[in-house]
């Protein structure tokens, strides 16, 4: 594998990691497709936990460093990457590695202990909203649903007018939006849907994963 391949591997193991919640309904029936949060498949009390962290963790780890990989540039490169790429192209593997440092805070030292989704009993992220909203695994989980929102924003921003490029990432950015917004009014009003929600939304986290490994291999919008 040549040096400038790697972070597209990097990007597209991250994107397959990400999506280990569709072995659920078989790892964990009461944790189906539909029932409870994804999340609560990482819980400490629930079956296969630790396998559903460790994806969370890799997949964290290796969009981590395939931004920096973006941003630094290799061996071969007299000065880092970052100088010679456009603040919006920047914005948008700065927001990358955010949502990678997040995801590894939100799968190791943030993990829930018990699943709320489907446990009566779990105290986690439990009490009044305001409780809630500073709970270290909701704002990390926070963080790491802005990072992707913010990079694929910013790569809309940074491509190319009338470009597939552009096409791509307005409509992912279009869905992170949205679903992100159903999921936070599901969650608020205690709906019955927040599962569904948060697995589309999922879903769009390892679509932009995808579309992250292929800008990789483009080469960058230079500084004017």
């Known amino acids: 594998m040549t040096e400038a391949r790697w972070p597209a591997v990097a990007f597209g193991a991250a994107s397959a990691l990400y999506s280990s919640w569709l072995l659920g309904p078989w790892l ?14 990482a819980a400490t009390d629930q079956p296969w936990h630790g396998l559903f962290r460790a994806a969370d963790l890799a997949s964290g780890s ?14 071969r ?18 927001f990358a590695a955010a949502f990678g440092v997040a995801t590894v805070f939100d799968a190791s030292l943030t993990a829930l202990s018990c699943a709320p989704s489907i446990d009566p009993d779990c105290p986690e992220l439990s009490g009044s909203l305001a409780d809630v909203a500073v709970d270290p695994h909701t704002l990390t989980s926070v963080f790491a649903s802005l990072g992707g929102i913010g990079s694929i924003v910013s790569f809309w921003v940074a491509a190319r007018p009338d470009s597939a490029d552009r096409v791509w990432a307005g409509g ?28 589309v939304e999922l879903a769009n986290v390892a679509a932009w994963l995808i579309y992250a490994a292929v800008r990789s291999q483009q080469t960058p919008r230079r500084r004017a």
């Open 28 to 41: 964990n029936p009461r944790l189906g497709l539909t029932t409870g949060l994804a999340s609560d498949l």
């Open 62 to 75: 290796l969009a981590l460093l395939g931004s920096a990989r973006m941003l630094a540039g290799g061996r």
């Open 77 to 94: 490169d007299r000065r880092l990457r970052w100088h010679r790429l456009g603040t919006a192209e920047r914005s948008a593997w700065l």
């Open 172 to 199: 992912l950015a279009v869905g992170s939006v949205v679903v992100n917004a159903g999921l936070l009014v599901e969650l608020i009003r205690e709906g019955t849907h927040e599962g569904l929600w948060q697995r």
